[in-house]
């Protein structure tokens, strides 16, 4: 990703702008102006002021508002959890270290063992948060970002995780008939600039397994293996066979090999190479990632260990489970992702409003 390209927008605009003009489209547009994605970004409380910007963060804006009404109404609790932390919260490498007075700290990369303990620990069985994630991937992608918001989620079940999986299909439903239904004029500001189809997706939600899925690319003829996470351009060739095969742009898809997810992921009782895990995609790009949780010590401890974890580490986290812990589960949503993929937009950077990446701290 070049930050001094010139939006697909602005460019398009420029091109209308300058044959309105009599200008020739395919040359200099005359005496029209073109702007990088750079300038923009530097210059972003004057970027903001468009229309299709506009659009874009009160949509934004609608995507949080719905996710809490939908949430608040089903029972969850809010939540805030700690963002400054003392070990990586997902396991990784991939964090952003800083000195906590004598001691060293790391900026949270999710909510994650903050929330299992809420739901799972704790009493309230159903808990949600939005708050800011911090992901130190060195990553210039359309689609990644250093800091992005996270909308997270989650519940304790009676007697199997897709009841969670129930309550996320209920969740985005509601979300997307929500902007559909209250953000109309939003949307057609943002399509005047940056034209795109309607997202098509069903109520219930389609569901496949992880074994579908590959086997689905396997008879397109892309090469895939059981037991590893699918690249981001087989995510979206998938993407356009189910959309082709379901006439849906947004689906889950269930039980990931296990080897391919973090520590705390429960496995799967029938094969213990799969997992109890999931992801949710929108026109074949990922936006939620989640999973049932293991909530025995001992099997955490055993998972740990095999993912090179120093139990030391999340003691604390461990010994939440020791007293006592429901079956649960849960997943985290990107929004700025969900705000991009829903617009048919083409970088992320469109939907956060000042982005973080590794080669851009200010404004």
Not at 93 to 106: G, I, S
Not at 256 to 269: D, K, Q, V
Not at 287 to 307: C, D, K, M, T
Request: glycine share 8%; proline share 5%; aromatic share 10%.
């Amino acid at each position: 990703e070049n930050e001094n390209d010139v939006d697909d927008g602005v460019a398009a605009g420029a091109a209308a702008a300058a044959t309105e003009n009599g200008d020739d489209a395919n040359g200099d547009a005359g005496s029209v102006p073109t702007v990088s994605r750079a300038v923009r970004l530097n210059y972003r409380w004057i970027d903001l002021r468009t229309r299709a910007n506009q659009g874009i963060f009160r949509i934004s804006s609608g995507v949080c508002q719905l996710f809490r009404e939908y949430l608040s109404s089903q029972g969850f609790v809010e939540i805030h959890t700690p963002k400054i932390i003392g070990g990586a919260s997902e396991g990784g490498a991939d964090v952003f270290q800083l000195k906590y007075f004598e001691n060293d700290a790391c900026l949270a990369q999710s909510p994650q063992l903050y929330k299992q303990m809420c739901a799972a620990c704790s009493g309230f069985e159903r808990v949600m948060e939005i708050g800011p994630v911090f992901r130190a991937e060195n990553s210039n992608t359309n689609r990644h970002l250093c800091e992005f918001t996270g909308l997270d989620m989650e519940m304790t079940f009676q007697e199997h995780y897709y009841e969670v999986l129930e309550v996320f299909s209920n969740l985005f439903c509601y979300i997307f008939d929500g902007l559909n239904e209250r953000y109309r004029d939003e949307i057609e500001a943002v399509r005047s600039q940056y034209p795109f189809e309607d997202l098509k997706y069903k109520n219930p939600s389609l569901r496949i397994t992880f074994q579908e899925g590959m086997a689905l690319l396997r008879e397109a003829g892309y090469e895939v293996d059981d037991n590893e996470d699918p690249t981001t351009e087989q995510e979206k060739a998938l993407g356009r066979i189910v959309k082709e095969k379901y006439d849906t742009d947004f689906y889950m898809m269930d039980k990931y090999p296990l080897a391919a997810r973090p520590f705390y992921t429960m496995p799967c009782p029938m094969n213990p190479a799969h997992s109890n895990s999931y992801d949710f995609f929108i026109r074949g790009q990922e936006i939620l990632s989640g999973a049932q949780r293991i909530h025995e010590p001992e099997l955490l401890v055993e998972r740990a260990n095999a993912h090179e974890i120093p139990v030391d580490s999340i003691k604390s986290y461990i010994d939440a489970f020791r007293h006592g812990a429901l079956p649960h589960g849960g997943g985290g949503i990107g929004l700025e992702r969900v705000v991009m993929l829903f617009l048919g937009l083409t970088n992320v950077r469109k939907t956060s409003l000042f982005p973080r990446t590794p080669n851009r701290l200010a404004p």
